[in-house]
């Protein structure tokens, strides 16, 4: 039977709308696994602006730098700076500190600054697609948790097997340090800044705010599209489930104006976290990432009470 023409203009707008909903859940699962990343020059330039004083205490620092080969297969790019002379030759504190989601180990340096400042040695990496490390994609935490083992791992074996080591995350390396402490008894303990709960729940949430789109059909089609492309599924990707894990100190901080992660993610993970833990979230428009830069002495105050009532009278017991 033919079709009239209205019958054939329905059929095309239903196609059109089918293709044109595919395509958008492909280029949101894209914009996840392969977002534009800043290189290590505009990173720099970001730095020196949010904080010149910082940047250049990181241009004084004496610094080395390394490779890590990861097991899936890239090297990542490394830098260690010891603790001040004034904690010793002999200083077996360390931290691992992984940077946030397009950024590189630039992101780390106001981290490196307090931790150092409190005794400890400091790893910094670019992650896995970011700054001068290798790997094809973005994952989010999925294969960066494995690639902050590794890092952990080279460190042991680099430094020495008596080392007390703690990780610190920013953002999506908050994520990763949170997702990597659940199979790593090594690590002694954890500081997370302004990490996601929840990949899925924080696409969704992306989805709603960015694009005013339901989660249907877009957050699964996106998902599918993300493990077509990572073999990792989004919902594979659950910081409130390794939480649950934990059995040592871990400080949980976000911004309460962060519009990127909310706030209540973090609120998600503290209230799931069986281990001692502290929760800080920064006042004064704290948005993504922003918390210290807004709160300088707070933050740092909270961070050396963590450190010294939580983190190293549990150094002192083992």
């Known amino acids: 039977m033919d079709m009239e023409w209205y019958e054939i203009l329905i059929l095309l707008i ?4 089918i293709i044109g909903t595919i395509l958008f859940s492909y ?24 904080t010149p004083d ?16 990861s097991r899936n297969g890239y090297d990542l790019k490394t830098y260690y700076l010891p603790a001040k002379s004034e904690f010793g030759e002999n200083n077996r504190n360390f931290v691992v500190i992984a940077h946030g989601y ?41 294969y960066e948790k494995y690639d902050l083992e590794d890092i952990i791992t080279d460190t042991y074996h680099r430094f020495g097997s008596d080392l007390f080591l703690g990780t610190y ?6 994520a990763t340090v949170i997702l990597e402490q659940a199979f ?58 390794a939480i649950q894990k934990i059995t040592k100190p871990i400080l949980l901080i976000h911004g309460l104006d962060d519009g990127f992660i909310p706030y209540y993610h973090s ?7 069986p281990s001692p833990k502290r929760l800080f979230l920064a006042p004064n428009n704290s948005r993504h990432a922003e ?25 002192k017991r083992s």
């Not at 239903?14 to 709308?17: D, F, V």
């Not at 590189?104 to 400890?120: E, P």
């Not at 995350?169 to 908050?174: C, D, N, R």
């Not at 599209?225 to 594979?236: D, E, G, R, S, W």
Request: glycine fraction near 4%; aromatic fraction near 14%.
């Open 102 to 142: 397009t950024y590189t180990h630039h992101g780390s340096i106001k981290y490196a600054f307090m931790m150092r400042n409190l005794g400890f040695n400091v790893v910094m990496y670019d992650e896995r697609y970011h700054g001068e490390s290798g790997g094809e994609n973005c994952t989010l935490g999925y």
């Open 27 to 50: 280029l949101i699962a894209r914009g996840i696994f392969h977002p534009t990343r800043l290189s290590l020059l505009e990173t720099r330039i970001k730095e020196e602006e949010r």
């Open 291 to 315: 918390s210290y830069r807004k709160n300088r002495d707070e933050y740092t105050k909270i961070l050396t009470n963590f450190i010294n009532d939580l983190v190293l009278i549990n150094q």
């Open 184 to 241: 790593d008894q090594r690590v002694q303990f954890v500081i997370a800044d302004c990490p996601f709960a929840n990949l899925p729940l924080l696409v969704q949430f992306i989805i709603k705010k960015r694009f005013h789109l339901p989660k249907y059909p877009f957050l699964p089609l996106a998902s599918l599209f993300f493990y077509l492309a990572t073999k990792a599924k989004m919902n594979q990707i659950m910081p409130i489930d």
């Open 14 to 17: 239903a196609i059109a709308l």
């Open 267 to 273: 609120q998600m993970l503290y209230d799931q976290c």
């Open 54 to 69: 910082l940047l250049n205490e990181y241009d004084s620092w004496k610094m080395s730098s390394y490779w890590v080969s």
């Open 169 to 174: 995350g920013e953002s999506m390396g908050a």
